[in-house]
Each structure stands twice: as C-alpha cells, then as structure tokens.
C-alpha cells in the first residue's frame, strides 16, 4: 500500500509526522479523505479530530482549525493547536467543556461569548479525538 508523508504542525512544534496511507479531516465544506497522488490543494479546517490510516491502523490527532495543504510530496496541517490523542487530558478538557458551557448558559451580551464558544469546541474536539480512539 502507497504512502505519503503526513505532518501536523503548530507555531510551537511538529506534533506528527509519519508515512500515512490515508488522512481523513473535517474541512470547513465538509470531510475530505486524502490518499496518495491527491491533487495539490489548500483547504480551511474545522476544530475536529483528524484521522491518520497507517495499514490497519488508525491514529487520532485533535486538529484545532488551521489548514492543510496538500502538496506532491506530502501533506502539512498547519493549526495554531493539536494534541495526538494519547497526550489529551481528558478531566482537563471535560473542566474547559464545563466551563464554557457555563459561560454561555449566562447569556451576557458581553463580547466574551466568542471566546467561549471557541473554547467549548476546542474542548468537544479533544473529546471526540479520545472517544475515537476507543
Ligand atoms: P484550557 O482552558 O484547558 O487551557 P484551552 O482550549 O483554552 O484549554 P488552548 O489555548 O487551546 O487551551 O491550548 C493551550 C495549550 O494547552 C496548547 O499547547 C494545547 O495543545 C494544550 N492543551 C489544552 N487542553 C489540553 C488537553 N485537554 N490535553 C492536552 N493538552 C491540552
């Protein structure tokens, strides 16, 4: 089976870089499965998991918006934040989940509103990355 190079960076680090068979991402018009030789292309992506297939294999990286660009030799996430998901601290984000639930639930109109439905999907996406991995 084909491979391609698969790296997953923030502005702190590479947080993956492997030979993939498949990366599977939620773009912002919808989920996109890359294989190798896709056509080159850059698409926005949504705070979401990302799935990497390495033969029967799969492995979950929290992706939290940014791009990916697909190139001929291989494919770059690049997102302000990403976590692999045998690093996410579940209680950590189930905290951060309440947290921005509960500032939502107090339905100021304040600007911060914002900022808190961004940290609730951040925190939904670390969840899901950790339940897919189940
Ligand atoms: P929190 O409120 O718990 O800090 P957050 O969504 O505001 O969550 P970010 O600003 O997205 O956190 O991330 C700050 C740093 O902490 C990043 O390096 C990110 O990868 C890491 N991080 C955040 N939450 C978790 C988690 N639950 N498990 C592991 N790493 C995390």
Do not use: C, W
Not at 18 to 28: I, P, R
Not at 57 to 76: L, P, S, W
Not at 85 to 114: T, Y
């Amino acid at each position: 089976m084909s491979t391609f190079r698969l790296e997953i960076v923030t502005p702190e680090h590479k947080v993956y870089e492997k030979d993939v068979n498949m990366v599977v991402v939620k773009g912002v018009s919808g989920e996109l499965g890359i294989m190798p030789n896709h056509i080159p292309l850059v698409t926005p992506l949504k705070v979401a998991p990302v799935k990497a297939k390495i033969g029967n294999d799969n492995e979950f990286i929290a992706v939290h918006g940014g791009f990916m660009e697909v190139r001929k030799d291989k494919v770059v996430i690049l997102a302000e934040a990403a976590e692999l998901g045998n690093d996410i601290d579940v209680s950590r984000a189930r905290l951060a989940k309440e947290r921005a639930e509960r500032r939502l639930a107090q339905k100021q109109a304040d600007m911060n509103a914002q900022r808190a439905e961004l940290a609730l999907r951040r925190a939904i996406a670390r969840l899901e990355t950790v339940d897919d991995m189940k």
